[in-house]
T-cell receptor
Framework: DAKTTQPTSMDCAEGRAANLPCNHS???????VYWYRQIHSQGPQYIIH???NNETNEMASLIITEDRKSSTLILPHATLRDTAVYYC????????????FGKGTMLLVSP | ETGVTQTPRHLVMGMTNKKSLKCEQH?????MYWYKQSAKKPLELMFV???????ENNSVPSRFSPECPNSSHLFLHLHTLQPEDSALYLC??????????????FGPGTRLTVT
C-alpha cells in the first residue's frame, strides 16, 4: 500500500466538526483513498473512499486535494461515539484485496 | 451489526489445546479474511480466501490453519499455540468485484488468551 501519514492523536469537542488529515504524497493516479475506524475492542468499520472528487455519505465527508497528495476526513458533528482510531489507507492493487492498517489517528471526542 | 458474526467472542486456551474460531457472513460476499491484532499493534493480515480458495498466507505459523468450506463460513483452527498468540482475531468479508474489494466488513472479533 502507498505510505500514509496521520497525526497520532486529535481532540474534538462534542457537536463540533472533526477534521482528520492524511498525507499520501506517493499515491498513484488510479489509487483510491479509503478510511476506516476502529472503536475500542471492536472490529474496524469502513467509512468512505474516494479517488479525486469529494465524497459524502451518511457517516462522513472526504475531501481530496487537487494534487491528490493529501485528504481530510470530516465528521460534521462529532459525538462521543465517534471516539475511535481512524485509519487512512491507500491500497495497492495486488490481485487480491489486502488492506494494510497503520497506526491511525486516535480521535477523542469530549463533552 | 455489520453482517459478519464471530464465535466465540472470548476464548481462553492452554498451549496444548485445540480450538477453532468461526466466522459467518450474511452479506453475500465472496471473499473472506482473517486478521490478527496484538496489543498496541496494527492489524496484521493473516489469510485471504477468494471464491473459497486460499489466495494469500501472510507467513503465518502452521499452528494456525484456516478453512473455508463455502463462501459464507470461515474457520481458524488453532493448535499448540504460544502465549504470544494472545490477541484479537478479526474476520472480514468483501465482494470481489475489483474496486469494492477494499470495502471490507469486519466482525466483532474473538479475544483469544493463551495460558
Amino acid at each position: 500500500d502507498a505510505k500514509t501519514t496521520q497525526p497520532t492523536s486529535m481532540d474534538c469537542a462534542e457537536g463540533r466538526a472533526a477534521n482528520l488529515p492524511c498525507n499520501h504524497s506517493t499515491i498513484s493516479g488510479n489509487e483510491y483513498v479509503y478510511w476506516y475506524r476502529q472503536i475500542h475492542s471492536q472490529g474496524p468499520q469502513y467509512i468512505i473512499h474516494g479517488l479525486k472528487n469529494n465524497e459524502t455519505n451518511e457517516m462522513a465527508s472526504l475531501i481530496i486535494t487537487e494534487d491528490r497528495k493529501s485528504s481530510t476526513l470530516i465528521l460534521p458533528h462529532a459525538t462521543l461515539r465517534d471516539t475511535a482510531v481512524y485509519y487512512c489507507i491507500v491500497p495497492r492493487f495486488s490481485g487480491y484485496s489486502t488492506l494494510t492498517f497503520g497506526k491511525g489517528t486516535m480521535l477523542l471526542v469530549s463533552p | 451489526e455489520t453482517g459478519v458474526t464471530q464465535t466465540p467472542r472470548h476464548l481462553v486456551m492452554g498451549m496444548t489445546n485445540k480450538k477453532s474460531l468461526k466466522c459467518e457472513q450474511h452479506l453475500g460476499h465472496n471473499a473472506m479474511y482473517w486478521y490478527k491484532q496484538s496489543a498496541k499493534k496494527p492489524l496484521e493480515l493473516m489469510f485471504v480466501y477468494s471464491l473459497e480458495e486460499r489466495v494469500e498466507n501472510n507467513s503465518v505459523p502452521s499452528r494456525f490453519s484456516p478453512e473455508c468450506p463455502n463462501s459464507s463460513h470461515l474457520f481458524l483452527h488453532l493448535h499448540t499455540l504460544q502465549p504470544e498468540d494472545s490477541a484479537l482475531y478479526l474476520c472480514a468479508s468483501s465482494q470481489k468485484t475489483g474496486l469494492r474489494d477494499y470495502e471490507q466488513y469486519f466482525g466483532p472479533g474473538t479475544r483469544l488468551t493463551v495460558t
